[in-house]
């Protein structure tokens, strides 16, 4: 039995297939029909959608087999999507690479394969529609035809619920942005025109006045750098429409993040660390990096007193992993599921250690990058101790 080799773009095509959603999902009926009328096209017992995952190939429909999936290294369907087109196999007692796999000498004892890839707009193959019976066949090319239509149908199923769930979540995210907005640039403004009434009515004095009017200041602070915050948002989401992956040096990114923050820092008696390697250079879109570091630094100082904030990078099989840790004030397992949320009831920020009045706009737009860029983010807090953010990508 001859192994199939790993395509030349397996983590971008793990990637794809994991951003479908359909690995591990419950049977449904559009795709269920697809498998029915390419078993009845081709007149074969068996056909299957089949999705090859690292280490198994795990089917989202089938007609024909009960096995729900089977281990990568025997199946047929990692060797199709090593191809462009139609795989297919006439008898495989007659093929080297398959005569004494199991699942040729055992049961379902495949005589024949057929296998369409499943390609993704990226040109990711994800896995196969694929045909199979138990003596040798060959497709007729209107068959052939076919299974290409509804194999192209599967993957443009696919890539439309990932486009809808994208719209979903970009129009929450839009929904709750307009809403903080609206409640922190009212306030402030509020205040101040409030002020101005009770001083030309005579309430209070011009001394009262300019205390109030100072206190108000604080507030138009955090407002202006929030609406900074949403801008750069907006600039970003509209060159987002295509991203600009390019080499750049994040040990420079991550010092030119620590000098906008070095003032803030400094007040607060709070150390900056870069512990990027000094000739890191990464692939990936600089200004969605930058804006998620500005973010998660700007955050950490703003909870951190007399302490430190560090900025580590490494790599994990294959992928970028970005760390901002402080040692700060931390906070609880509660607030820490919370931090990411999408709800707007979830954004009620908690002050800083000098009283600094947030609202988790943030945090949550460093969440929307990071998703765009195919990554995650995860956060270990602990009261007293500090927090962390780590970005892989």
Known sequence: MLQARLPENEEARLQDLYRTGLLDSPQEDEFNDIVKFASVLCDMPISLISLVDSDRQWFKARIGLEAP??????????HAILQDQLFEIPDTLQDNRFFDNPLVTDFPAIRYYAGMPLVTVSGNRLGTLCVIDNEPRVLTDVQKF???VLADNVIKIAELRIKNKRLHYLSETQKTVISILAHDVRNPLASIKSII???????????DAT???????????NTIGMVDNVV????????????NYTDFNLYQLVESVFALESLNAYAKNNTLVNNVFIDTLVNSDMQAIE???RNLVSNANKYTQDGSITVN?????KHMVIEVTDTGIGMNAEKVGKLLSAAKE???STLGTNNEKGNGLGLLLVREFIDRLNGTVTVKSELGIGTSFKIMI
Do not use: P
Request: hydrophobic share 40%; proline share 0%; charged share 30%.
């Open 291 to 293: 804006f998620v570091l």
């Open 69 to 78: 999936q089977t281990d990568r290294e025997i199946s047929f369907c990692s």
């Open 146 to 148: 076919g299974l290409k």
């Open 313 to 317: 990078m490494t790599y994990v099989d």
């Open 346 to 348: 979830d954004h009620n």
């Open 232 to 243: 750069r948002w907006g600039e970003l989401q509209m060159k987002f429409a295509r991203f």
């Open 211 to 221: 205390e109030m009017i100072e206190m108000v200041s604080d507030q138009l602070d």
């Open 197 to 207: 009434g009770f001083k030309q009515s005579d309430i209070i004095d011009t001394e």
